[in-house]
């Protein structure tokens, strides 16, 4: 059969593969000859570079080489989210096609299609309906919709109370982590983590709950969630147990790429806020988290690469990777909703018990936000093969679509 026919209503790439048409011009390259990021009218919320690619404009002056001719990041002597307009004066990205001259000499409105902001996949849409494009607007204390939208339901993210093993990592204090989940799988014990997104749902990882020949992890009786968990002795006092109402896997996922490894968990019981047991802030699709900023990922996995599994919940500090330096490392096998982070010389990392567990990333707001779901790896701390985590901000929607909020999460 011909390919297009196979393909139809999508995108074809040069070695055959089929891609959503939604995949095309998004300013992510997912064909191998980056044909679906070629020949591209960049709209109102992108940038065009220098080679003619089109990038979203979110990541101007982030500090990556997304155009890959560093034309995204010239001019930049300014904070991430901001350019450079006119002698060091520093403007937000919101300000770039606006359809308002702000710079003397219009480098701000530039390069642009159209003056007016859609709504896309890479806009924070307000609860109005309206759209900006101010990055990592949500929760940041400053109203950035004309609704206030973007400041609501932000009882989330919040260290109550911290003190300063992943591999290399450190012992965790007691609700430094209030959103941190153990699974236990039968008699097995800790074998996943989770995160409480709210009093009702956990985010895990889907490849946690895939069946083998000798356990059916895919069934939800067999699971129960401790949530407010420090030590696995279970002494402390504020653990709420839980069992499993119900589990959905990804509908795409695939085991052998561990491409959309995602899974929501429903309790069977809401919890209650406590200084131990507090949501996580999940972020939008616009949401930046720029190469090398410093995160925490957390959890009950191996010490080591075939070693022992702690008691006490471990935190190790790792940096986001830049994700063509990332792919370039692991073979090119990496999709556009995965997420690189660790160190290319290995060092901190996640290990096997980590998995579904978060990567979190605290913003000038204090605000915690999840930027990872731990995924996969080859090996623990191996030079050259940092931690690949599902990327959250590519699945906010279908999160809000699975769990049926009006975005109170």
């Known amino acids: 059969m011909n390919q297009f026919a196979v393909c139809q209503g999508m995108h074809v790439c040069g070695d055959g593969r089929c891609e959503l048409m939604s995949n095309k011009c998004d300013g992510w390259v997912h064909c191998k000859d980056r044909s679906d ?12 570079c220098q080679n003619n690619m089109c990038k979203p404009l979110i990541w101007v002056c ?10 995204d990041e010239a001019n930049c002597d300014c904070a991430a989210g901001f350019f450079a307009c006119h002698q060091n004066n520093c403007l937000p990205i919101s300000a770039l096609c606006d359809g308002n001259i702000d710079c003397p000499n219009s480098i701000d409105e530039a390069n642009c299609e159209k003056a007016e902001v859609n709504c896309t996949t ?3 849409r307000c609860a109005d309906g309206k759209c900006i494009v101010k990055p990592n607007a949500e929760c940041d204390g400053v109203p950035d919709c004309l609704d206030s939208s973007d400041e609501l339901h932000c009882d989330c993210g919040n260290q109550l109370a911290i003190r300063r093993r992943i591999v290399n990592g450190n012992d965790a204090a007691m609700g430094e982590w209030p959103w941190q989940v153990s699974l236990h799988f039968a008699t097995l014990g800790h074998t996943c983590g989770a995160t409480l997104i709210n009093n009702w749902w956990l985010l895990s990882a889907s490849h946690c709950f895939q069946d083998t020949e000798s356990y059916r992890y895919s069934d939800r009786q067999l699971w129960t969630a401790y949530i407010g968990v420090h030590s696995l002795t279970f002494t402390d006092s504020d653990i709420e147990m839980r069992l499993i109402k119900r589990m959905i896997i990804h509908e795409q996922f695939d085991n052998s790429t561990m491409d959309y490894d995602i899974a929501l968990l429903e309790l069977s019981a809401p919890v209650r806020n406590t200084n131990y047991i507090q949501p996580v802030c999940l972020p939008s699709p616009l949401h930046v988290f720029p190469a090398n900023k410093r995160c925490y990922v957390t959890g009950w996995g191996l010490l080591q690469e075939g070693g022992r599994l702690p008691v006490i919940l471990q935190k190790g500090e790792v940096r986001i ?8 490392f692991m073979g090119n096998i990496l999709t556009s909703r995965m997420l690189c982070a660790g160190y290319i010389t290995g060092e901190v990392d996640a290990c096997e018990g980590d998995s579904g567990g978060p990567l979190v990333c605290e913003e000038l707001s204090g605000k915690w936000f ?3 779901i731990v995924s996969w790896g080859q090996g623990c701390g191996r030079n050259g093969h940092p931690g690949v985590y599902t990327r959250i901000t590519k699945f906010r929607e279908w999160i809000h679509r699975n769990i049926g909020t009006d975005g109170s999460i």
């Open 370 to 372: 999840q930027a990872g």
């Open 321 to 328: 990777i830049n994700q063509t330096t990332c792919n370039n």
């Open 122 to 124: 890479n806009t924070y």
């Open 37 to 48: 990021e070629l020949n591209c009218v960049c709209t109102s919320d992108q940038f065009r």
């Open 62 to 71: 982030d500090g990556v080489d997304d155009c890959e001719d560093m034309s």
